[in-house]
Antibody, heavy 118, light 109 residues
């Protein structure tokens, strides 16, 4: 059974750095074709892909946010971290991690709501 | 960058009726790289269809996908009460690698 779960702060202040951790089980990030990605969703709005790390170490980012994002896998712990710098109230959203298989995301965590407010 | 638009924004139907949801891309998308997700309130999205027409594991056969090029369709043959949700399409492009989601279609009673 594949599970993923996001963890991190529920509230961050503007200009702070957000660090979220995705802890997963039921699959290995070393398996060919597998990735773990981060996707966010502002309240009542659409989904926005942020970043993905792949089985081969390749990492890709949403071009519009790439200067603020870092995705870091830890295969020994079955974790993938996402760091986003210079947080702003418009970054308030539910952040999801999900297992990526080539071109889609087939298993998702429940999500974690992050509010950016002073 | 590919932009996805979905129509209609809201689809009001009754259980037992069929639903047809549209996803249009601003430029041609590989059929291998078009997916559909279902999202219920307070829940994470769930993958329904990948590669345009392949159902994900455990997805009932009343859900089907079709299309090519810039026009793709998700069809729900007979709506069950649990099908009332928001549906998103998503495409993948590899140069540069990017995942893009559509704005969603809400299927409501």
């Amino acid at each position: 059974q594949i599970t993923l779960k996001e963890s991190g702060p529920a509230l961050v202040k503007p200009t702070q750095t957000l660090t979220l951790t995705c802890t997963f089980s039921g699959f290995s990030l070393s398996t060919f074709g597998v990735g773990v990605g981060w996707i966010r969703q502002p309240p009542g709005k659409a989904l926005e892909w942020l970043a993905i790390t792949y089985w081969d170490g390749d990492q890709r980012y949403n071009w519009s946010l790439h200067s603020r994002l870092t995705i870091t896998p830890d295969t020994s712990k079955n974790q993938v971290a996402l760091t986003m710098t210079n947080m702003d109230p418009v970054d308030t959203a539910t952040y999801y991690c999900a297992r990526g298989t080539w071109s889609s995301f087939d298993s998702w965590g429940p999500g974690t709501l992050v509010t950016v407010s002073s | 960058e590919v932009v996805l638009t979905q129509s209609p924004d809201i689809l009001s139907l009754s259980p037992g009726e069929g639903a047809t949801l549209s996803c249009r891309a601003s430029q041609s998308v590989s059929s291998s790289w078009l997916a559909w997700y279902q999202q219920k309130p307070g829940q994470a999205p769930r993958l329904l269809i990948y590669a345009t027409s392949t159902r994900a594991s455990g997805i009932p056969d009343r859900f089907s996908g079709s299309g090519s090029g810039t026009d793709f369709t998700l069809t729900i043959s007979k709506l069950e009460p649990e099908d009332f949700a928001v549906y998103f399409c998503q495409q993948y492009a590899d140069l540069p690698p990017v995942f893009t989601f559509g704005p969603g279609t809400k299927v409501e009673i």
